[in-house]
């Protein structure tokens, strides 16, 4: 991915977060956000797969977070916000996960960012 | 009667947080200092003020609330509300004092007059929304009391530009119906253009941010009828919580003066503050 920034709402651009999305990844956000208490992020640092299964995720959402696959979460329904929580406790932050959804490395990102645009409404259709 | 004595609109982030305790103890970074620096009239502009209550809407971002139950406007009526624990930790700052008199008094009114029918929530704890700002705006203790009102963003469908605008409208009658001579200030916290998901991660629309701040005292209807595709497009689907902003403009009148405008772009997120006093 360049830095091109498209002026559309699209995947892999964008992901709305709809109700739809919210159905499919309801165990997935349910688990990142059971990460808000440190006791639980104790437990799920201690044995991820214990701590994912007793959550109640499919195998394919556990490789998903086995494997740090942040774009894939997001498509999974996971809520970005509920991904966050899984990323800083494992110690990583928002850049990565924007990293991987923009298809860069974490340093290459940050020194694009912020990525300007300028565009009023109506414009750059 | 209480009385609107102003508004302020404010954007947040985590990281803004974060870089504010960073700063405090290290000094501030460069891409942060002139957002640290702008804002700094703010401070002072709020204690000259010197408010009796604060009516903040601003949105959670899952701290508080999970999709067991997420409503789309709720309103929290405690003594006091503790900080959110978002998965880091907590920052060292006390609880938000809260007014439940005044909570409830805005309940009755919006939810029997106004026609909005707010989730009361009696425990709320609050994350970056609003603790995010507060520590540079107002320093401890933190003795005017608040009423917090939360606004969903993080799941669509959400609220329409005009729907908070008329919420707006609704809070302003409800506090000039509150039987006290408390002065009080209505806060709008969230946007500007920013996208934290996607390959469109980081876009930064300065232009449009500074078309927003500059509309939104005396051509605030422009910017209502913008549909939010419009300003989730160009600003990133999180400039969808500018909505936030109408909240506060709509609880004003037209009679007032812009006192105060900074912005700036930090790292991914657009930064914007705005501040107007009543002239009545």
């Known amino acids: 991915m360049s830095n091109s920034i498209p002026f559309n709402l699209d995947p892999p651009g964008t992901y709305i977060y709809t109700g739809e999305m919210a159905t499919k990844g309801y165990k997935l956000t349910r688990f990142g956000l059971s990460l808000r208490r440190p006791d639980n992020r104790e437990k799920f640092l201690a044995d991820e797969d214990a701590y994912m299964r007793a959550a109640g995720l499919s195998d394919e959402e556990i490789a998903l977070v086995k494997a740090r696959d942040w774009t894939g979460l997001l498509q999974a329904g996971g809520h970005l916000q509920a991904m966050l929580k899984v990323a800083a406790t494992l110690g990583q932050n928002l850049w990565h996960i924007g990293a991987h959804n923009a298809e860069m490395e974490v340093e290459e990102l940050m020194r694009l960012c912020p990525r300007k645009v300028n565009a009023l409404p109506g414009g750059e259709d | ?280």
């Not at chain 2, 401890?140 to 799941?155: F, G, Q």
């Not at chain 2, 200030?185 to 876009?203: E, K, N």
């Open chain 2, 1 to 280: 009667m209480a009385k609107i004595i102003g508004g302020f609109a404010i954007s947040h982030t985590p990281s803004m947080g974060m870089e504010y305790d960073k700063g405090m103890a290290n000094g501030f970074s460069p891409h942060w200092q002139p957002w640290f620096d702008g804002t700094r009239p703010m401070k002072d502009w709020l204690a000259r003020m010197n408010p009796d209550r604060m009516v903040i809407v601003y949105n959670d971002h899952l701290n508080h609330f999970d999709f067991d139950a997420y409503p789309t406007l709720a309103i929290g009526i405690a003594p006091e509300f503790r900080q959110a624990d978002e998965g880091w930790g907590l920052r060292p700052f006390p609880s938000l004092v809260g007014d439940v008199d005044l909570g409830w008094h805005l309940t009755n009114k919006l939810v029997r007059d106004g026609g909005f029918d707010l989730t009361v929530c009696q425990d709320l704890a609050i994350d970056h929304g609003i603790y995010s700002w507060m520590p540079y705006l107002k320093d401890t203790p933190w003795d005017t009391p608040i009423v917090p009102i939360a606004i969903n963003m993080v799941r669509h469908p959400i609220p329409t530009s005009q729907r908070l605008y008329n919420f707006g409208k609704s809070i302003r009658a409800a506090i000039e119906s509150f039987p006290s001579d408390e002065r009080i200030l209505v806060v709008a916290t969230g946007g500007m253009s920013h996208q934290i998901s996607g390959a469109r991660f980081g876009i930064a629309n300065e232009k449009l941010d500074r078309y927003f701040l500059s509309k939104l005292k005396s051509y605030v209807q422009e910017l209502v009828d913008l549909p939010q595709e419009e300003l989730m497009r160009l600003g990133g689907t999180e400039a969808a919580e500018l909505a936030i902003w109408f909240a506060m403009r709509g609880a004003l009148t037209d009679n007032i003066d812009e006192v105060y405008s900074y912005y700036t772009f930090p790292a991914i997120t657009g930064c914007g503050v705005i501040a107007f006093e009543e002239k009545g």
